[in-house]
């Protein structure tokens, strides 16, 4: 085949072209650090850095939700340890008021002081965490306790609007929350899980008639009362101290579950995050190793062609 002048030089053009297409590639790659600026430069690879991107998107949802989740639970453990701290005081308060010399005046003034404990009472379980009540279940917007007052002042734990079914409902229903992909979980308790119980006799009790029969017997002045109040009263404030100590474990347990989820989401986190660098990260030593590679190249070719594709009368014609 006879090679012409013209076909060197369409061959240089061409080479050279090339040349400069592949360090306008590089330079590219170096002013954005990444290996690929458009999904026609590696379809696969895009792809692949795309669904790494959503699920980076998505792991960061999952971190918000259990960081919102554990300050909640926190929120619930610190209500819970105070609902404790109120227990405890009127258990020793009915301790004191069983003391045979008291007089009626010393039990009136210990009646008063745990019927505003009942008042506090209602406030810790009224507690609330950006702007939800935590324990409402799901019905979150409304209190979900209230204190109502007999005739003679003495309070009275309600839970709010209980007669109706959809409140009823709500307060049963626990909050879910999405910590990973697929994976849900519970973790709010309700007034309705706090008030009613078991006790360790397998009898079924509840705080609003336990504090109404310490008010009522503390009214008394019979001595049978008196029996009744250091007895059946004090168990059952003491029994429902241990349901709320348990049901503060089970806060503790969920919390703890929680803190697990967030650490296995922020070592996901971490993981795609190196994998999702390595994917479309560049190396820079190496990509400025390729561009001074290909410069070198490049002006050799222009010294080399200059000498071989040496111009002829036609070249000024």
Do not use: W
Not at 63 to 88: C, F, R
Not at 141 to 150: A, H, S, T
Not at 161 to 167: L, R, W
Request: hydrophobic fraction near 35%.
């Amino acid at each position: 085949m006879r090679v012409t002048n013209s076909m060197l030089v369409n061959q240089f053009m061409r080479d050279t072209q090339n040349n400069l297409g592949n360090m306008q590639t590089i330079q590219k790659q170096l002013t954005s650090g990444k290996t690929v600026n458009k999904a026609s430069d590696n379809p696969l690879k895009v792809s692949r850095i795309m669904q790494l991107n959503r699920d980076l998107k998505a792991n960061e949802q999952y971190n918000k939700n259990i960081a919102s989740t554990i300050n909640y639970l926190d929120t619930a453990d610190t209500a819970l340890g105070q609902l404790n701290e109120v227990l405890k005081s009127i258990n020793e308060n009915i301790m004191a008021a069983g003391n045979g010399a008291y007089s009626t005046e010393e039990r009136e003034a210990i009646r008063n002081t745990i019927n505003e404990q009942i008042g506090h009472m209602g406030q810790i379980l009224n507690t609330n965490f950006d702007g939800k009540y935590i324990f409402g279940g799901t019905r979150t917007g409304d209190k979900p306790v209230e204190i109502v007052k007999d005739a003679d002042g003495t309070n009275k734990l309600t839970i709010a609007n209980v007669t109706d079914p959809n409140v009823k409902d709500q307060l049963d229903t626990k909050l879910v929350v999405e910590v990973s992909q697929g994976v849900t979980l519970e973790y709010t308790n309700s007034v309705t899980d706090l008030f009613s119980f078991t006790n360790s006799k397998g009898e079924s009790k509840d705080i609003r008639d336990i504090m109404d029969n310490i008010m009522t017997t503390l009214a008394s002045g019979n001595a049978d009362d008196l029996e009744k109040l250091t007895g059946e009263c004090l168990t059952d404030i003491q029994d429902f101290q241990n349901h709320v100590l348990k049901t503060r474990s089970q806060v503790g347990a969920m919390q703890n579950r929680m803190e697990d989820a967030q650490s296995k989401n922020e070592d996901e986190t971490y993981n795609m995050t190196e994998i999702l660098s390595e994917t479309e990260d560049i190396d820079f030593a190496e990509t400025v190793i390729n561009l001074m590679t290909l410069q070198s190249v490049y002006q050799a070719s222009l010294q080399v062609s200059a000498k071989v594709l040496q111009p002829t009368l036609i070249d000024y014609v």
